[in-house]
C-alpha cells in the first residue's frame, strides 16, 4: 500500500504538469494561429470562433489537471483553493462555450445571407 501511496504522490504531480503544459500549448497556438491569420490571412471570418475553440479545449485540460490535484491534497485550505480553481475554470470554460454557440449561429446567418 505504500508502494501505491508513492506511486501515486510522485506520478500524479507529474500527470498534471502535463495537463497543464498541454493546455497552455494549445491555447498559445490558437493564440499564435489567429494572431497571423487576423493580420495576414485572406478569411477573417472565423478567427473569433476558432480563438475561443482553442482556449476551450486549453482550459478542458487545465481544468482535468486541477481536478487530478484533488487526488494529492493533504489540508482543508489546499481543497478550498483547488476547489475555487476548478470552480472559476469551469465557468470560464461555460462563458467560452457559450460564447462559441453564440458565435457559430451568427456565422450562420452571415452564411445564410
Given at each position: 500500500m505504500?508502494?501505491?501511496?508513492?506511486?501515486?504522490?510522485?506520478?500524479?504531480p507529474v500527470?498534471?504538469?502535463?495537463?497543464?503544459?498541454?493546455?497552455?500549448?494549445?491555447?498559445?497556438?490558437?493564440?499564435?494561429?489567429n494572431?497571423?491569420?487576423?493580420?495576414?490571412?485572406?478569411?477573417?471570418?472565423?478567427?473569433?470562433?476558432?480563438l475561443?475553440?482553442?482556449m476551450?479545449?486549453?482550459?478542458?485540460?487545465?481544468?482535468g489537471?486541477?481536478i487530478?490535484?484533488?487526488?494529492?491534497?493533504?489540508t482543508?485550505?489546499?481543497?478550498?483553493i483547488?476547489?475555487?480553481?476548478?470552480?472559476?475554470?469551469?465557468?470560464?470554460?461555460l462563458l467560452?462555450?457559450?460564447?462559441?454557440?453564440?458565435m457559430?449561429?451568427?456565422?450562420?446567418e452571415k452564411?445564410?445571407?
Amino acid at each position: 500500500m505504500e508502494l501505491f501511496e508513492t506511486l501515486v504522490n510522485k506520478g500524479v504531480p507529474v500527470i498534471i504538469h502535463c495537463l497543464e503544459l498541454m493546455g497552455v500549448v494549445i491555447i498559445l497556438f490558437g493564440a499564435l494561429k489567429n494572431f497571423f491569420t487576423y493580420f495576414f490571412g485572406k478569411d477573417k471570418g472565423n478567427v473569433r470562433l476558432e480563438l475561443a475553440q482553442a482556449m476551450s479545449l486549453g482550459l478542458e485540460f487545465k481544468l482535468g489537471g486541477e481536478i487530478l490535484r484533488t487526488v494529492v491534497v493533504r489540508t482543508l485550505s489546499e481543497i478550498s483553493i483547488v476547489g475555487a480553481i476548478i470552480v472559476l475554470r469551469a465557468a470560464l470554460t461555460l462563458l467560452i462555450h457559450w460564447e462559441i454557440k453564440h458565435m457559430e449561429n451568427e456565422h450562420k446567418e452571415k452564411e445564410a445571407k
